[in-house]
């Protein structure tokens, strides 16, 4: 038998100290830039220490300004203090993009706070009044203060409605043996705008906004990560800086430029490189524009794909800075070719709106004076993703708009 095919790799010596440190879902000891932060969300969870209930609160942000990070960070500390004045405090976190229904939530949570000996709630087949008991008898059960984490609850309430905060933001007129706060964190800030009044009221009784990182700050967080986590002496002069820089234009993504200087070392190892340099981190960025933005556009909504088609055919046209009339004109031809019924004007400009917040293209409006406001909208996808092979190899149901022959009216002048 020949050599494992692992076995010389495993031999070679690694440019990491800990890998595992530069991962976004590791919390670190110190979090620099975010003692404000730390400190509402201290001042609020401290009640949790003294038997009394805890604001729930609202955290935003851009994704990568630290929300989730501080609120672990925070968290692990309240466990370890109650665990040393014997008070009883239980911290359950919910990630809502995985488990997004109503059903799932109060499962996780009802679960997760089971005792020794008990069945568990079962991943479906229970009316959700009955999941909702069990939650509440294990919360009674094991008594104290419980917090509980709804990460990214903008995206469960998007797909499942308001429906799960009501109950769970009435929890303390109904619980006789603890207490509980939520913590929602989202990174919209028009989140409330979606909720039923009551829920609203009752879910954000506490604001924390989480300003964007500079370059500045970044560059700290990943010293201090690359300090623990990589070896000394590997990454070249400016590496960090660069880093944090790129990352910073990417509306001060935390998360990003630790993947980015991460995924740059691992290029390094790849080229048996002894120090990491631009040209690795060059390569480390394409790989991440082409990784987060596939699924992005394979994920889009049939209307969504031929909405970005129809800016990419303007500009394939010889168009840039296109109105929404003029992709408008083009989505009703593809709309025909597909065999659907187009949207409104008004909601295809809706639709714009969504590729510019997915970063696919860039919706600026611009004042005409007398005639108005106009939209001028031009795709921004990286030059190595083919955005169109990416939409057919994900939706046939849009080929034969994509294959149709189209004759155009360039604009004129």
Same mark, same amino acid.
């Given at each position: 038998?020949?050599?494992?095919?692992?076995?010389?790799?495993?031999?070679?010596?690694?440019?990491?100290?800990?890998?595992?440190?530069?991962?976004?879902?590791?919390?670190?000891?110190?979090?620099?830039?975010?003692?404000?932060?730390?400190?509402?969300?201290?001042?609020?969870?401290?009640?949790?220490?003294?038997?009394?209930i805890?604001?729930?609160?609202?955290?935003?942000?851009?994704?990568?300004?630290?929300?989730?990070?501080?609120?672990?960070?925070?968290?692990?500390?309240?466990l370890?203090?109650?665990?040393?004045?014997?008070?009883?405090?239980?911290?359950?976190?919910?990630?809502?993009?995985?488990?997004?229904?109503?059903?799932?939530?109060? @499962? +996780? $949570?009802?679960?997760? /706070? #089971?005792?020794?000996?008990?069945?568990? !709630?079962?991943?479906?087949?229970?009316?959700?009044?009955?999941?909702?008991?069990?939650?509440?008898?294990?919360?009674?059960?094991?008594?104290?203060?419980h917090?509980?984490?709804?990460?990214?609850?903008?995206?469960?309430?998007?797909?499942s409605?308001?429906?799960?905060?009501?109950?769970?933001?009435?929890?303390?007129?109904?619980?006789?043996?603890?207490?509980?706060?939520?913590?929602?964190?989202?990174?919209?800030?028009?989140?409330?705008?979606?909720?039923?009044?009551?829920?609203?009221?009752?879910?954000?009784?506490?604001?924390?906004?989480?300003?964007?990182?500079?370059? @500045? +700050? $970044?560059?700290?967080? /990943? #010293?201090?990560?690359?300090?623990?986590? !990589?070896?000394?002496?590997?990454?070249?002069?400016?590496?960090?800086?660069?880093?944090?820089?790129?990352?910073?234009?990417?509306?001060?993504?935390?998360?990003?430029?630790?993947?980015?200087?991460r995924?740059?070392?691992?290029?390094?190892?790849?080229?048996?490189?002894?120090?990491?340099?631009?040209?690795?981190?060059?390569?480390?960025?394409?790989?991440?524009?082409?990784?987060?933005?596939?699924?992005?556009i394979?994920?889009?909504?049939?209307?969504?794909?031929?909405?970005?088609y129809s800016?990419?055919?303007?500009?394939?046209?010889?168009?840039?800075?296109?109105?929404?009339?003029?992709?408008?004109?083009?989505?009703?031809?593809?709309?025909?070719?597909?065999g659907?019924?187009?949207?409104?004007?008004?909601?295809?400009?809706?639709?714009?709106l969504?590729?510019?917040?997915l970063?696919?293209?860039?919706a600026?409006?611009?004042?005409?004076?007398?005639?108005?406001?106009?939209?001028?909208?031009?795709?921004?996808?990286?030059?190595?993703?083919?955005?169109?092979?990416?939409?057919?190899?994900?939706?046939?149901?849009?080929?034969?708009?994509?294959?149709?022959?189209?004759?155009?009216?360039?604009?004129?002048?």
């Amino acid at each position: 038998m020949g050599d494992n095919i692992f076995e010389q790799l495993l031999d070679e010596p690694s440019l990491f100290k800990n890998r595992e440190v530069l991962h976004h879902g590791f919390t670190p000891s110190a979090l620099p830039h975010r003692e404000r932060e730390i400190n509402t969300l201290v001042h609020n969870l401290v009640e949790a220490l003294q038997g009394q209930i805890p604001s729930n609160m609202l955290l935003y942000g851009q994704p990568g300004s630290g929300k989730t990070a501080v609120t672990r960070f925070v968290s692990k500390q309240l466990l370890a203090r109650g665990a040393e004045l014997g008070r009883t405090v239980h911290v359950v976190e919910v990630n809502c993009c995985t488990v997004d229904t109503k059903y799932r939530v109060l @499962a +996780q $949570i009802g679960n997760s /706070l #089971s005792r020794k000996g008990q069945s568990a !709630i079962p991943f479906t087949g229970w009316p959700t009044d009955k999941v909702l008991e069990r939650l509440k008898e294990n919360m009674d059960a094991i008594g104290g203060v419980h917090v509980i984490v709804l990460d990214e609850v903008d995206h469960l309430v998007h797909k499942s409605g308001d429906g799960v905060l009501y109950p769970l933001t009435s929890l303390n007129y109904e619980l006789q043996n603890s207490r509980c706060c939520i913590i929602g964190i989202t990174n919209d800030l028009l989140f409330p705008d979606m909720l039923d009044a009551r829920v609203a009221s009752r879910l954000g009784s506490e604001d924390l906004v989480f300003s964007p990182y500079n370059a @500045a +700050q $970044i560059e700290d967080v /990943l #010293s201090a990560r690359a300090k623990e986590g !990589i070896k000394e002496g590997v990454l070249d002069d400016g590496i960090i800086e660069l880093c944090a820089a790129l990352s910073a234009q990417e509306h001060g993504d935390a998360r990003r430029a630790l993947d980015l200087l991460r995924i740059s070392v691992q290029k390094a190892e790849h080229d048996k490189s002894e120090n990491v340099n631009v040209q690795h981190v060059r390569l480390a960025q394409n790989q991440l524009e082409f990784d987060q933005i596939t699924p992005v556009i394979a994920t889009l909504t049939a209307h969504q794909k031929l909405v970005l088609y129809s800016v990419l055919l303007n500009e394939r046209n010889g168009l840039r800075n296109v109105s929404t009339g003029e992709v408008y004109t083009v989505y009703q031809m593809t709309c025909a070719n597909a065999g659907l019924n187009p949207l409104t004007s008004r909601r295809v400009s809706d639709l714009i709106l969504i590729l510019d917040a997915l970063n696919l293209v860039t919706a600026k409006t611009i004042s005409l004076g007398r005639e108005g406001r106009s939209k001028r909208i031009n795709s921004c996808i990286p030059d190595m993703v083919d955005p169109i092979k990416v939409m057919l190899e994900a939706d046939d149901s849009i080929k034969s708009a994509i294959e149709a022959q189209y004759r155009l009216q360039a604009r004129l002048g």
